[in-house]
Nanobody, 114 residues
Framework: QVQLVESGGGLVQAGGSLRLSCAAS???????MAWYRQAPGKQRELVAS???????LYADSVKGRFTIDRDNTKSTWYLQMNSLKPEDTAVYYC?????????WGQGTQVTVSS
């Protein structure tokens, strides 16, 4: 069993930046790592994903502002969020998928004030 722990959320003014981290409890091969978010009253949506050996994909709403990357040596991946907007306010979840595994973090709150 793998546990994922997010960190880095918080309160930031519009136009500011945050960097979310997702640390896995053990090293394993991740086929797809991703970040999702869920705003109050809305469905969880995919923000960014990166397949192993592939290119990152982003939701249209965050393209050019968010960047997903990873540190394989630490089994950690990140979401750099720049030019934040109030509509980015949500609980952000990291996700890791591989054969036989679909792991989720507990979520970290991001609040962007106008």
């Amino acid at each position: 069993q793998v546990q994922l722990v997010e960190s880095g959320g918080g309160l930031v003014q519009a136009g500011g930046s945050l960097r979310l981290s997702c640390a896995a409890s053990k090293t394993f091969v991740v086929d797809v790592m991703a970040w999702y978010r869920q705003a109050p009253g809305k469905q969880r949506e995919l923000v960014a994903s990166m397949p192993r050996g592939g290119s990152a994909l982003y939701a249209d709403s965050v393209k050019g502002r968010f960047t997903i990357d990873r540190d394989n040596t630490k089994s950690t991946w990140y979401l750099q969020m720049n030019s934040l907007k109030p509509e980015d306010t949500a609980v952000y979840y990291c996700n890791a998928r591989t054969f036989g595994l679909d792991a989720w973090g507990q979520g970290t709150q991001v609040t962007v004030s106008s």
